[in-house]
């Protein structure tokens, strides 16, 4: 419980945060910029485990222990996704999206 | 009587086959011949201890030889039909395994001086063998199925030697009509067997054959415009052997076949396959012969003694000296087919199937012999034609003698084998009617008459001259010759009605001198006539097939049958029947698979932009499709 903020305010802090994300993922023409908004999507998650976890379960540490492993496989990830992108950029010299594209039907 | 080691009979050649086969070109070719004689010499002893053992060691139960059987089931329809596999040793099929045995080893040792030297040499013998182990089982086969397998067996081994030469497109025309032409009558066969599985529940000869068994006790239960329902599948089952046996309407592949190697014409189309079909007869004779009081067998007589006649009108026309032994040969099969078709059943009455085992016995030898002898003159003159030849006696004087001998034997000058086993024939066509005694007769004469055209065409006639002079064959040929020339003079005395009857009891074969007497007579005249016009070169001949016309050209047409064959295959079948169908085929039935298969790839092109490969339109389509789920359950997806 936090005194003057209500589950609805934190709940609508972390819904923007996620569409601020999708949005993100589905716009930029950058893959770095993808990958940001990939980690806001992840954050606003993090923010859901964490408060939902306060106020239905306060003397539980379920949420609180995801949250940790959310950060971890994030950063994983994270590290992955820019492996991923250093050997794009060695192929095609750019991090656009567009470059991308070559791998359809 | 322990039958088991004979399984190695068939086995060996199979083995032989094997090898040569997979080894063809690692095995040097003195190597391949010499394996396959040694085979087949194995397997040829066993044949001739089985026979000894079966028909003297071994005793009769009351009076008659018995049937030993051993087999085990293949494939198991119901409780009583059933595919087996296995050997059935009886009469017949032991002296089958003497004639198969006996050919087979001479042609193997005959081929290793003919074939020497071709490029093909190890698959010849590799295929001898197959066609020797096929004949082994279609010998010993204890059902009709098995009998069927094997059947099949040899038409392919048929097919593989009479193309064996395969870049001669004629040769592979001959062995593409002979498997049609076979295959075709084989279908019929097919379709007696089952339904005489249908019909009896069994497929097993000694079940079928038993008279008091219940396919010969109730035939008349099942009947089908106005026959037996058995005895369309007797008829059905003639067919196929008469396919096999090149009996009319279904022999125009025989002469054809002689585009094949000698030693194999000698071996398949003169000895062993193309008399599978009187084996066939014989094998099921007590069925045929109860069956609707015989009826069948009355056809079997008829076709048997027409085409005798009309294969030994031909023959007198051919200037091929290979079409005319296959001619002769057909007649002579269809000389069998008659003497089945007369035949009783119990003790003397039987005297048909037994001269007709007897005559296939014999003719074996003496148209082996006559076959390979002509092999010799082909090797030594290289040349089918009998207008190129003349004179050879000189040049040959082994084939010469042997060759005589077998034409004597083929027209039946006592005491030659051909003599007795003719006569035993025409014995039994005197008692069954006097039409088919006529015509055998006649076959008799006319038989003499264009064998010795033909001897004495090759060896005495005008006096050619050739490229190369002609010399004798190598000890490996001539070796053959001799012992076959030996056989076909003595196997006449055996006393065959002791050990093949149709009742297994056996009788005592007399010799019937009036009988006897006129076939010699009319033996003899056609000796003299074939002597007066071929002997030495004379127009008389030619004035004498002048003075019948159109008859003549007509026969050495082989009246128009292959003609009418193609007109009704190429002119009615293929462009009225087969061409319409091939329309149907093409637009409708594969039209509409092929416009299945052309829509679908139509529709993939139009819709496969969908796939863009932007990362970002994927993500899209997937938020799209959570948002509009998640929509949907919350306010549609009322319960």
Request: proline share 6%.
């Given at each position: 419980m936090i005194p003057g903020i209500s589950i609805t305010e934190v709940l609508t802090l972390s819904s923007i945060l996620f569409f601020i994300g999708v949005y993100g993922f589905m716009t930029r023409t950058n893959l770095i910029s993808v990958l940001i908004s990939v980690e806001l999507i992840l954050n606003a998650s993090v923010i859901n485990f964490v408060m939902i976890n306060k106020y239905l379960f306060p003397e539980l540490l379920q949420g609180v222990v995801y949250s940790i492993f959310i950060i971890a496989v994030a950063a994983a990830e994270t590290a992955l996704a820019v492996a991923i992108i250093f050997n794009l950029y060695k192929q095609v010299s750019s991090v656009a999206v567009r470059e991308t594209e070559t791998m359809k039907y | 009587m322990n039958i088991g080691y004979l399984l190695l009979v068939p086995l060996i050649p199979l083995l032989v086959f094997l090898l040569l086969g997979v080894f063809n070109k690692r095995i040097t070719p003195a190597v391949s011949g010499l394996i396959g004689v040694a085979g087949l010499a194995v397997s040829t002893g066993l044949s001739y201890y089985a026979a000894f053992q079966y028909f003297f060691v071994a005793a009769k139960v009351e009076g008659a030889y018995q049937a030993f059987v051993l087999k085990g089931v293949w494939m198991r329809f119901t409780e009583t039909l059933h595919i087996d596999m296995g050997l059935l040793i009886d009469p017949i099929s032991v002296m089958m395994l003497v004639v198969v045995s006996t050919i087979s080893l001479m042609v193997h040792i005959y081929s290793r001086g003919y074939m020497k030297g071709d490029a093909g040499y190890t698959r010849f013998f590799a295929f001898l063998s197959l066609f020797t182990f096929s004949m082994y089982g279609l010998v010993l086969a204890t059902n009709l199925f098995q009998i069927y397998i094997f059947w099949e067996l040899v038409g392919v081994s048929s097919f593989l030697l009479i193309g064996y030469y395969y870049t001669k497109h004629s040769a592979v025309a001959a062995a593409k009509k002979a498997f049609i032409v076979t295959r075709f009558a084989d279908f019929g066969f097919l379709i007696g067997i089952l339904i005489i599985g249908f019909y009896t529940g069994t497929f097993d000869f000694e079940s079928l054959n038993d008279p008091q068994g219940p396919a010969i006790l109730h035939w008349a239960s099942t009947s089908f415009m106005g026959l037996s329902a058995i005895s369309w599948a007797l008829i059905l089952m003639f067919m196929g052997g008469a396919g096999k046996s090149a009996l009319?309407?279904?022999?125009?592949w025989l002469p054809d076949?002689?585009?094949?190697p000698t030693p194999v014409s000698a071996l398949?189309?003169?000895?062993?396959m193309v008399v599978a079909g009187v084996y066939l007869v014989a094998r099921l004779f007590p069925l045929y012969f109860f069956v609707d009081e015989g009826f069948v067998l009355q056809i079997v007589a008829y076709v048997g003694a027409f085409s005798s006649l009309f294969a030994a009108i031909i023959a007198i026309t051919q200037t091929d000296i290979k079409r005319i032994l296959a001619f002769s040969t057909m007649s002579q099969i269809g000389f069998m087919m008659m003497a089945l078709g007369v035949s009783g059943f119990a003790g003397h009455e039987g005297i048909g199937y037994m001269a007709s085992m007897f005559h296939l016995f014999t003719h074996a030898m003496f148209k082996a012999l006559l076959f390979l002898g002509a092999g010799s003159v082909i090797h030594a003159v290289h040349s089918n034609n009998l207008l190129q030849m003349g004179g050879l006696r000189n040049y040959m004087p082994i084939t010469n003698i042997t060759f005589l001998i077998a034409a004597l034997a083929i027209a039946g000058v006592p005491p030659l084998a051909g003599f007795w086993s003719k006569d035993e024939i025409l014995v039994a066509a005197f008692a069954a009617s006097p039409l088919i005694y006529g015509i055998g007769v006649v076959v008799a004469g006319l038989t003499a008459f264009y064998m010795f055209r033909l001897y004495f065409g090759i060896f005495w006639g005008k006096e050619t001259r050739y490229a190369h002079a002609p010399h004798e064959s190598p000890l490996s040929m001539t070796g053959p010759l001799l012992v076959l020339a030996v056989l076909s003079a003595v196997v006449?005395?055996?006393?065959?009605s002791q050990f093949v009857a149709a009742d297994r009891i056996g009788f005592v074969a007399q010799l019937h001198w009036e009988l006897a007497g006129v076939a010699v007579a009319v033996g003899l005249l056609g000796i003299g006539l074939a002597w007066r016009f071929?002997?030495?070169?004379?127009?008389l001949a030619g004035r004498f097939a002048q003075g019948f016309g159109p008859l003549y050209t007509w026969a050495s047409h082989k009246f128009y049958l292959d003609e009418l064959y193609l007109f009704v295959t190429r002119?009615?079948?293929?462009?009225?029947?087969s061409a319409p169908i091939a329309y149907i085929d093409k637009k409708w039935v594969d039209g509409s698979m092929e416009g299945i298969g052309n829509k679908t790839v139509l529709i993939a092109s139009k819709i496969k932009g969908l796939q863009s490969g932007r990362l970002q339109d994927y993500a899209f389509a997937f938020i799209g499709g959570v948002v509009l789920l998640a929509l949907v359950f919350v306010y549609l997806w009322t319960l």
């Open positions: - | 009319f309407p279904l022999h125009i076949a002689m585009e094949g398949i189309h003169a000895a062993t006449g005395f055996i006393p065959f071929y002997k030495t070169e004379n127009a002119q009615l079948i293929f462009k009225r029947i």
